[in-house]
Structure formats: C-alpha cells, structure tokens
C-alpha cells in the first residue's frame, strides 16, 4: 500500500538536508524507533516499536540508502523487517523529497508499506492514519533536532518518546471519525435538473 504524507518544518531545506545526512539522528526522530547497529555501506540494523491498542509489535530489521540526491534533495530507504515474535513481517521503501516553502521547507514522504501477520488486520485506513500520527511526530522532533543542532547541543540526546498506543489510537481513531463526517454530513455539489 502507498501512504503519502507531508510536513512542515520551519528550517532551510538546506538545514534539513544536512540532519538528513546523519542517520543516526534522523532515527532518534521517528517514534518507536532505534538504531542499533552501522552496518557500512549506508546499510543499518535496527528495531522499531509500535503499540496500536491491545497490539504491541517490534519489528527487528535492517534499513538501506538506496538513492540520496543532494541537488535534487531526495532520499529513498528500503527497509525489511520481521516482528520479534514471529507475528509477521513488513518491507517499505520510503522516498523523502525535501521541497522549499516560504522560509521554511516542506517534506513530502512516500512510503510504499508490505505488511503482513498482525498489523496487518487493521487495514489501510488505520494503517495510514497511525502512519500520520508517527510523521506529525517526527515533523515536532526533526524540528526540534535542528534546533538543538543549532545551539550546540547533542541533537540525539533526547531521543523520541517510543510510539504508544493509547495516544497514537486516540488520534488515529479521531482522523477516521472526521472522514466519516466528511463523507456524510458535509453536503454534496447539486447536480442541474
């Protein structure tokens, strides 16, 4: 399944750029994840977290840079993984194209996700709405990266808070309720007689 999303941040694509070019950081960003090991060759090993409701998962995988085009500044990852306890597997490569808006930079993420065994079982829409949740999150903490950057300050110090469950459903759950409502209430354009 293909989820797109985009966010905001109020830095210089050039800024951002720069923090896209040290892994390590970038990980300390995305909720639920850690880097675990530099394999070289731009190939990393480690493990993500995700409770959705009752569902806790860890999936335990290796991600690799495939493409990173700094004149265009556009990063693609493959990442393959299976859950920790043997509940099923996920692969996703993940395009991020960094564009200039106003005077900060807007990102827009592709993720092309293969999931199978439990999460699976939530569908697409659940799927992509946790999915939203995770990237506003990185969005606040990227931000907050560079800033620390900025200031001199270890930008991984304060690593991401892991990604729970009840927050993360509450939300995800709040943005399915408002396509229900747009969907039914919001009225349809007339049609001529």
């Not at 960003?29 to 190939?43: F, K, M, Q, S």
């Not at 265009?72 to 993940?94: H, L, N, P, Y």
């Not at 709405?129 to 300050?153: C, H, K, P, W, Y």
Request: hydrophobic share 40%.
């Amino acid at each position: 399944m293909l989820i797109r999303n985009q966010f905001e941040v109020a830095q210089t694509a050039d800024k951002v750029w720069r923090f896209f070019d040290d892994v390590p950081r970038v990980a300390a960003c995305l909720p639920g994840a850690e880097l675990t090991e530099d394999l070289g060759g731009e190939r990393y090993k480690g493990r993500v977290s995700v409770r959705m409701g009752p569902v806790s998962l860890r999936f335990g995988g290796t991600a690799t840079i495939t493409e990173r085009d700094d004149a265009a500044q556009r990063i693609v990852v493959d990442a393959a993984g299976s859950e920790e306890k043997g509940r099923g597997e996920a692969s996703m490569t993940i395009t991020a194209t960094l564009v200039r808006s106003g005077s900060g930079t807007r990102v827009d993420v592709d993720q092309d996700l293969q999931i199978s065994g439990a999460a699976a079982q939530y569908g697409r829409g659940m799927i992509a709405d946790v999915t939203s949740v995770l990237m506003r999150d990185f969005a606040v903490n990227l931000q907050n990266g560079i800033a620390r950057a900025e200031r001199g300050e270890d930008p991984a110090a304060r690593h991401a808070a892991p990604a729970r469950g009840f927050r993360i459903g509450l939300q995800a759950a709040l943005m399915a309720l408002r396509r229900v409502f747009r969907r039914f209430f919001l009225p349809y354009p007339s049609t001529p007689a």
